[in-house]
């Protein structure tokens, strides 16, 4: 059973455009919610995270959002650049026990000059 | 500098060989992972360990085992290679604390079995 669902799967945005992916979840014990960048060739690393206890986070061009009433969170991308075009994985996890993550299934973005 | 390291990074290998994918890391991190990556795929956690002599297994079912004798080391081993395992495969470590943690991976190895 997949714990985080992610869309779109691929996303194509213009130079300059807002990229948006969002991701939902069903486990109501999480409480950490990472987003991963991946460039091809390499591990994913943290991009940036966010807990519930806030609504938003902003860090640069990057934003989460996230709705605890609706189990959702998304990643928006600001003047999105070519040097952005990376996979994005959102992920889960709960601060007692394991806090393994969950990840999501990913976003290939792909920024076109 | 401290980093976590995989090798090989690319392996191609025939059905019924024994693999061990090495995984290190530098930066005295208790926890390690590992991850298995198919493409338009979640990663999925096969492996994990809080530390020394302690092993896990993940979510996935997965036929590799794992050993940890040292803090910085965490092999993953395949005894009998099948197609069926070929798949990208991640090792990540973080700090245990109990709380949040950035995991931190390494760039991947590339297996297919043939």
């Known amino acids: 059973q997949q714990q985080v669902k992610q869309s779109p799967q691929s996303l194509i945005v213009q130079k300059g455009g807002i990229s948006i992916i969002n991701c939902a979840y069903e486990?109501?014990?999480?409480?950490?919610f990472p987003w991963y960048q991946q460039f091809p060739g390499k591990g994913p690393a943290l991009l940036i995270a966010?807990?519930?206890?806030?609504s938003e986070k902003k860090e640069g061009r990057f934003t989460i959002s996230f709705n605890k009433s609706a189990k959702q969170f998304s990643l928006h991308i600001m003047d999105s650049q070519p040097g952005d075009s990376a996979t994005y994985f959102c992920?889960?996890?709960?601060?007692?026990?394991?806090?393994?993550?969950?990840f999501g299934t990913g976003t290939r973005l792909t920024v076109i000059p | 500098e401290a980093d976590i390291y995989q090798t090989p990074r690319y392996l191609v290998i025939g059905t019924g060989k024994k693999i061990t994918l090495e995984c290190s890391q530098t930066?005295?991190?208790?926890?390690m992972y590992w991850y298995q990556q198919d493409p338009g795929m979640e990663l999925h956690l096969i492996h994990y360990?809080?530390?020394?002599?302690?092993?896990e297994k993940g979510d996935l079912s997965s036929e590799s085992t794992v050993s940890r004798i040292r803090t910085e080391h965490f092999p993953l081993t395949l005894e009998s290679a099948r197609p069926s395992h070929t798949s990208q495969y991640l090792c990540?470590?973080?700090?245990?604390?109990?709380?949040?943690?950035?995991?931190?991976f390494g760039p991947g190895t590339r297996l297919t079995v043939l």
């Open positions: 990540a470590s973080s700090e245990y604390s109990g709380s949040y943690n950035e995991q931190f």
């Open positions: 360990s809080y530390g020394v002599n302690s092993t």
């Open positions: 930066m005295g991190h208790d926890k």
């Open positions: 486990n109501t014990a999480f409480d950490y």
């Open positions: 992920a889960a996890s709960k601060e007692t026990g394991a806090n393994n993550l969950f």
């Open positions: 966010i807990r519930p206890d806030v």
